[in-house]
């Protein structure tokens, strides 16, 4: 058996979040991870920091199918804070998932590819939107062999440990963490699964372009659809004291605001309540060129940014760390 299979790169901080499958004999599903989505309509830098002139022209051929079907686009400029940062070194094929890619150092990578073709080029950008692997959907049931898979995986050309073939093999992520659709075997995001690697006959073969449900599945309304960034953004005053107000009651769920800087000066951006919140700060006149993000700089687990703005509108993206969920007050002053 020599297949060569992608690994995902995750960062140490959401290890925590993998879960054994809850639901036995269902099959796995292409399924997106809500927390990692870039901003609707985000133009995602791209840099290479290694490879040759060819190479690059594969991944350029390849990677724009994806905002065919997705409000995305991949701005190919070898910009120094490019969101996904491409090496070609040989170390298999890898990405981070999402806007993890942000948490890396800006010269290191994000990506990778030991080999490089149409398929492994689609697969790895489908990472780097958020796309899991879809036999590591929660609601996956595959019955695996799991020392045949440790034997083929632990030798060439992957050459994995036990702990590596565990966590891209048979971990799963929780369940309120995804968007999910129904069993796709052609997805571009499921591996190759001989008969061998399983107890209960599944398998799969190579998939090596988009399927009809990863194209529909990545411009749905909870994805990024085509629509106008704008839409359904809260306004939020400018004013000292009085909060707005918010909840999010479900796992995932980020709420959008957007307030207007009348003049340049140092504004203060904050939430109030019990529960932990992430925040994002974009613009000016843009929702996708972000500026600011912060964790636990506000009382107790709120977030709170201070900058200095120019003129302008500003939008605030606002979600709970993890599966966190309920009610919380965000305001605006200067």
Not at 117 to 138: M, R, S, T, Y
Not at 203 to 216: A, G, I, K, R, Y
Request: hydrophobic fraction near 35%; charged fraction near 20%; proline fraction near 7%.
């Amino acid at each position: 058996m020599a297949l060569k299979v992608c690994f995902d790169r995750v960062l140490p901080s959401d290890l925590r979040r993998f879960s054994q499958p809850q639901t036995r004999g269902v099959a796995p599903r292409l399924a997106v991870l809500k927390a990692k989505k870039w901003p609707n309509g985000s133009a995602l830098r791209v840099r290479f920091l290694g490879g040759t002139s060819a190479q690059h022209d594969i991944v350029k051929q390849f990677a724009p199918q994806w905002g065919k079907h997705a409000n995305l686009k991949f701005d190919f400029s070898d910009a120094p804070e490019a969101e996904i940062r491409i090496d070609f070194q040989d170390d298999g094929a890898w990405s981070y998932i999402g806007t993890d890619c942000k948490d890396i150092p800006l010269n290191q990578s994000t990506m990778n590819f030991g080999w490089l073709d149409e398929g492994v080029v689609l697969h790895e950008f489908g990472h780097a939107i958020g796309l899991i692997h879809e036999h590591q959907n929660p609601l996956g049931g595959i019955k695996w062999n799991k020392p045949q898979v440790y034997r083929d995986l632990g030798g060439p050309p992957n050459f994995w440990s036990q702990a590596t073939v565990d966590h891209n093999m048979f971990a799963t992520y929780a369940v309120d963490q995804i968007n999910g659709t129904a069993l796709d075997k052609k997805s571009i995001m499921l591996y190759a699964i001989p008969k061998t690697w399983t107890l209960d006959g599944f398998q799969s073969e190579p998939n090596d372009v988009l399927s009809p449900t990863d194209q529909t599945f990545i411009g749905d309304p909870k994805n990024y659809p085509f629509e106008a960034p704008n839409t359904g953004a809260v306004e939020l005053p400018v004013m000292e004291l009085k909060a707005t107000q918010a909840q999010i009651g479900q796992a995932g769920e980020r709420d959008l605001f957007k307030f207007i800087a009348p003049n340049a000066t140092r504004y203060t951006i904050e939430t109030e309540g019990p529960t932990d919140i992430v925040m994002s700060l974009y613009g000016p006149n843009s929702q996708t060129a972000l500026l600011r993000e912060d964790d636990d700089s506000g009382a107790g687990r709120n977030a709170k940014i201070v900058a200095e703005l120019a003129p302008g509108t500003y939008f605030v993206q606002v979600r709970h760390y993890g599966s966190g969920t309920g009610s919380y007050g965000i305001r605006v002053s200067r």
